[in-house]
């Protein structure tokens, strides 16, 4: 595409950004800001607010449901000046990215009218219910199952990993409706309220003392027969709408995160004289390399969202991106590492115990490590969520590639 855009999204580029200067804190966007605990504090806690009295979280959603209708073109041009400046953009990850647009895309008018205002106005938190311990890879081995009870689906079973279950107001929730089926035919999609006696959350504690994983068990859990979206045994499709979202990043800025990043370990390589070495030059040159395949990607899929065509070659992007971004991820981390030598092993993050903070939300974390550090630990679990980089190459193989489907164990 022509890397100019059309003055329209010009136009709207500079209401973006003077909303932003009218709304972020004094001074952030000079390079030395920084903001003590109580600001940070503070921020968190305003922050949210304001995007939502902006109405930008999920601001292409269509009016009728509360969003602002935003063009392509224009939710191209609000996450770039967001990315641009570092604004934090998000409400709730697991409404305004997962289940949302898919109970836009799957879900019953009555659904929509009655979820999406929510999401839009952060009043309902969300998690994620698909892992099982049987049932991570081979999703559709799911055992968690649903029965019918007049207006009601009764709920048992296990879910596990659960992000964010401590915290969310409803899960979107994978059973089996129908045990008589083959495995990925019997599938429902529920959304079942989580402050419910049915509902048991056992928190699984990480090393660095946080827990914001959970094991959630369900033992006659309830929700209205209606709470189905997509239509009854149909949970595998709406159930790879969801995934599809949260595999895939936004086109045109995911790679500014990254190239941020890498130009800060550029900068610590430069500083510490580790740039003269040949070895760590040629990595990060390569990746350098990965992160503006992701922008050219980006811009490519752009194009042909826009122009309405259809690009072979951005359908096969779709399936590789995930695997793409986050090995990448995973492998510039250890690069970051390899850069920064023994002070990279230093904790110098902030910390705080008292925090109320949601990253500190249950006053444990004692692990303090700064944003690359984190990056690095987080990094580790990029290759894994929303389906492993192996799985994405089963997924290359059998579905861009037409390879022979791998076999599968005798029963
Ligand atoms: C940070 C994080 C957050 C998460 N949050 C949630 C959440 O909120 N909700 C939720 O439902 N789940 C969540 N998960 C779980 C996640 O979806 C699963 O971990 C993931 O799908 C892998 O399943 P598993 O852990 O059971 O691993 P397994 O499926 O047991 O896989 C183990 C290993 O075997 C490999 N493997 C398995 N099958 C194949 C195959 N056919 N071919 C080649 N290799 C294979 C895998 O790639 C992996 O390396 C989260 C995971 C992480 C790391």
Same mark, same amino acid.
């Given at each position: 595409m022509d890397l100019d855009y059309p003055a329209e999204a010009e136009?709207?580029?500079?209401? +973006?950004?003077?909303?932003?200067?009218?709304?972020?804190?004094?001074?952030?966007?000079?390079?030395?800001?920084?903001?003590?605990?109580?600001?940070r504090e503070s921020f968190n806690i305003e922050w949210p607010k304001k995007l939502f009295s902006g109405g930008w979280i999920c601001a292409s959603w269509p009016t009728e449901y509360g969003g602002k209708g935003l063009s392509t073109m224009q939710a191209v041009v609000l996450n770039e000046e967001f990315a641009r400046v570092g604004a934090p953009m998000r409400g709730d990850?697991?409404?305004?990215?997962?289940?949302?647009?898919?109970?836009?895309?799957?879900?019953?008018?009555?659904?929509?009218?009655?979820?999406l205002p929510g999401i839009l106005r952060g009043q309902i938190r969300w998690c994620q219910g698909f892992s099982e311990p049987e049932a991570g890879s081979d999703l559709a081995a799911l055992q968690c199952k649903a029965e019918l009870d007049g207006d009601e689906w009764v709920i048992n079973g296990q879910k596990v990993w659960t992000t964010q279950a401590q915290d969310a107001d409803y899960v979107f929730l994978l059973a089996r409706t129908d045990p008589d089926v083959s495995k990925h035919a019997g599938i429902s999609y529920l959304l079942v309220p989580m402050d419910q006696e049915g509902?048991? +959350?056992?928190? +699984?504690?990480?090393?660095?003392?946080?827990?914001?994983?959970?094991?959630?068990?369900?033992?006659?859990?309830?929700?209205?027969?209606?709470?189905?979206?997509?239509?009854?045994?149909?949970?595998?499709?709406?159930?790879?709408?969801?995934?599809?979202?949260?595999?895939?990043t936004s086109a045109t800025t995911s790679y500014r995160?990254?190239?941020?990043?890498?130009?800060?370990?550029?900068?610590?390589?430069?500083?510490?004289?580790?740039?003269?070495?040949?070895?760590?030059r040629q990595r990060l040159a390569v990746a350098h390399?990965?992160?503006?395949?992701?922008?050219?990607?980006?811009?490519?899929?752009?194009?042909a969202?826009?122009?309405?065509?259809?690009?072979?070659?951005?359908?096969?992007?779709?399936?590789?991106?995930?695997?793409?971004?986050?090995?990448?991820?995973?492998?510039?981390?250890?690069?970051?590492?390899?850069?920064?030598?023994?002070?990279?092993?230093?904790?110098?993050?902030y910390f705080d115990a008292d925090s109320k903070d949601p990253n500190h939300r249950r006053g444990k974390a004692n692990y303090p490590v700064n944003g690359l550090q984190a990056a690095f630990f987080f990094s580790?679990?990029?290759?894994?969520?929303g389906g492993t980089a192996e799985i994405q190459r089963n997924i290359v193989g059998e579905r861009v590639l037409g390879l022979p489907k791998e076999p599968k164990p005798p029963k």
């Open positions: 136009e709207f580029r500079l209401e +973006i950004r003077a909303w932003l200067n009218e709304h972020l804190p004094e001074g952030w966007d000079e390079a030395d800001h920084s903001m003590n605990d109580e600001e990850f697991f409404g305004d990215t997962l289940v949302g647009p898919t109970i836009l895309q799957w879900g019953s008018e009555e659904q929509k009218k009655e979820f509902v048991e +959350i056992r928190p +699984i504690e990480q090393v660095d003392g946080s827990g914001e994983f959970n094991e959630v068990f369900f033992s006659n859990a309830r929700c209205p027969k209606d709470n189905v979206v997509g239509g009854l045994n149909n949970g595998w499709k709406v159930a790879m709408t969801t995934l599809g979202f949260e595999r895939g995160r990254f190239e941020t990043e890498l130009n800060a370990i550029i900068d610590i390589a430069k500083e510490n004289g580790k740039i003269d070495d040949p070895i760590i390399t990965k992160v503006k395949l992701m922008q050219i990607n980006g811009l490519r899929s752009l194009t969202r826009l122009n309405k065509t259809r690009d072979p070659g951005v359908a096969a992007l779709g399936a590789t991106n995930k695997m793409f971004w986050s090995e990448y991820h995973r492998d510039v981390m250890e690069l970051y590492l390899d850069v920064a030598g023994m002070p990279g092993q230093i904790l110098d993050g580790r679990s990029e290759t894994i969520w």
